[in-house]
T-cell receptor, first 116, second 116 residues
Framework: GNSVTQMEGPVTLSEEAFLTINCTYT??????LFWYVQYPGEGLQLLLK?????DKGSNKGFEATYRKETTSFHLEKGSVQVSDSAVYFC???????????????FGQGTILTVHP | DTGVSQDPRHKITKRGQNVTFRCDPI?????LYWYRQTLGQGPEFLTY????????KSRLLSDRFSAERPKGSFSTLEIQRTEQGDSAMYLC??????????????FGPGTRLTVL
């Protein structure tokens, strides 16, 4: 079945450090890939997405590239800020053209804490 | 557009009681999803509606769970004879049928259920 695996956290960084959160997905079909973020006390928000191989999603300084050959969608940011402290979820949709109506399969989440 | 709203935000109940949650999606979003999120995990898909039709249910949705979307707008999720294992955050998401947006789902703040 469809699954998503994220690197285990928590991740603790100093401000301005480089961030990578690894995400891999099962290689069935041609899903869309997403990173969602959950700030303390708030709901899930879409951070970025990519809908086909080699697409790069980007937002707020975060980037992730859809790598079909390695079935990965790693999240990166060159210089993190204290305000980036949150829980980050990698997710995949059901296969394009399938009958699963776009339901999302999420990874377990990675807690990021950024210290001043 | 005020986003996806859910009510109540918190619910504490005793084991064996019935509870009902409400979700109001973004207006004109004809796809609506329910997910469940337990502590330290990513959201897990429960069920999906397109307009008023319930088109898919996860095996996580036991027969104590029922969801409706009678007029294709708001949705309710009822849990009968609650068990302590039902304690979780219940998330609702909605999505436009416009696939050009790349399957983006918009999430509500969730209803946190605690079963004593």
């Amino acid at each position: 079945g469809n699954s998503v695996t994220q690197m285990e956290g928590p991740v603790t960084l100093s401000e301005e450090a480089f961030l990578t959160i690894n995400c891999t997905y099962t290689a069935t079909g041609y899903p869309s890939l997403f990173w969602y973020v959950q700030y303390p006390g708030e709901g899930l928000q879409l951070l970025l997405k990519a809908t086909k191989a080699d697409d790069k999603g980007s937002n707020k300084g975060f980037e992730a590239t859809y790598r079909k050959e390695t079935t990965s969608f790693h999240l990166e940011k060159g210089s993190v800020q204290v305000s980036d402290s949150a829980v980050y979820f990698c997710a995949r949709s059901a296969n394009a053209g399938g009958t699963s109506y776009g339901k999302l399969t999420f990874g377990q989440g990675t807690i990021l804490t950024v210290h001043p | 557009d005020t986003g996806v709203s859910q009510d109540p935000r918190h619910k504490i109940t005793k084991r064996g009681q019935n509870v009902t949650f409400r979700c109001d999606p973004i207006s004109e979003h004809n796809r609506l999803y329910w997910y469940r999120q337990t502590l330290g995990q990513g959201p897990e898909f429960l069920t999906y509606f397109q307009n008023e039709a319930q088109l898919e249910k996860s095996r996580l949705l036991s027969d104590r769970f029922s969801a409706e979307r009678p007029k294709g707008s708001f949705s309710t999720l009822e849990i009968q004879r609650t068990e302590q294992g039902d304690s979780a955050m219940y998330l609702c998401a909605s999505r436009s049928l416009d696939d050009a947006r790349g399957n983006e789902q918009f999430f509500g703040p969730g209803t946190r259920l605690t079963v004593l």
